[in-house]
């Protein structure tokens, strides 16, 4: 079955960077484009960052751009989520999504990594 | 940027009893390929997003057939002919036709 986990969460400081991870296993990585998405502490969902199946496309939230770098690995089926200039706003759940196979539709959410941005 | 908006309901539902949500999009939904890519996520309380329609009608695998999704242009609706003790959450209609990709504010249910 699909399983997407996500890791490399944790506490920083303002302007401080991490690197989020997402393992991916039970479908054909290299197949489907790949998502990031995020959720406050009692808030909604925020769409964060795409990259295309190839890798050779990728979007952002406009909050993000310029600050946040979305990459995959397929030879280990990991995605990736650089962060840097972290800001208090960017504190929240992490989540990996695998887009379905007819695209433009987030299918499958993993657990979340926390994020927290904080002096 | 495509702003969604979402309809609240009048907490709490009836078990057994049908309920609606609204979704209404600031702009259409069609993509250059001519799919609309409106879909409907279910977040039960400490779970992650799950997806229940997509494409504005279509069931995904595994979704009991008491959700359905109906709509076209800018106007949506996730309906649940009889609401269950599971149904519980937050529902959140997204787009996926134009980027950012965008999530409605989401629709508390409760029973």
């Known amino acids: 079955q699909v399983q997407l986990v996500e890791s490399g969460g944790g506490v920083v400081r303002p302007g401080g960077s991490l690197r989020l991870s997402c393992a991916a296993s039970g479908f054909g990585f290299s197949g489907h484009g790949m998502h990031w998405a995020r959720q406050g502490a009692g808030t909604g969902l925020e769409w964060v960052a795409y990259?295309?199946?190839?890798?050779?496309?990728?979007e952002y939230a406009g909050a993000v751009t310029g600050r946040f770098v979305i990459s995959r690995d397929d030879s280990t089926s990991t995605l990736f989520l650089e962060m840097n200039s972290l800001r208090p706003e960017d504190t929240g759940l992490y989540y990996c999504v695998k887009e379905f196979n007819t695209g433009w539709t987030l299918e499958f959410w993993g657990h979340g990594s926390q994020v927290i941005v904080s002096s | 940027e495509i702003v969604l908006t979402q309809s609240s309901l009048s907490s709490p539902v009836t078990l057994g009893q049908p309920a609606s949500i609204s979704c209404r999009s600031s702009q259409g939904l069609v993509h250059i390929d001519g799919n609309t890519y409106l879909s409907w996520v279910q977040q039960r309380p400490g779970q992650p997003p799950r997806l229940l329609i997509y494409q504005i009608s279509k069931r995904f695998s595994g979704v009991p057939d008491r959700f359905s999704g109906s709509g076209a242009g800018t106007d949506f609706t996730l309906k649940i002919s009889r609401v269950e003790a599971e149904d519980v959450g937050i529902y959140y209609c997204?787009?996926?036709?134009?980027?950012?990709?965008?999530f409605g504010p989401g629709t508390r249910l409760e029973i």
């Open positions: 997204t787009q996926g036709t134009r980027f950012p990709w965008t």
């Open positions: 990259i295309s199946w190839n890798g050779k496309s990728t």
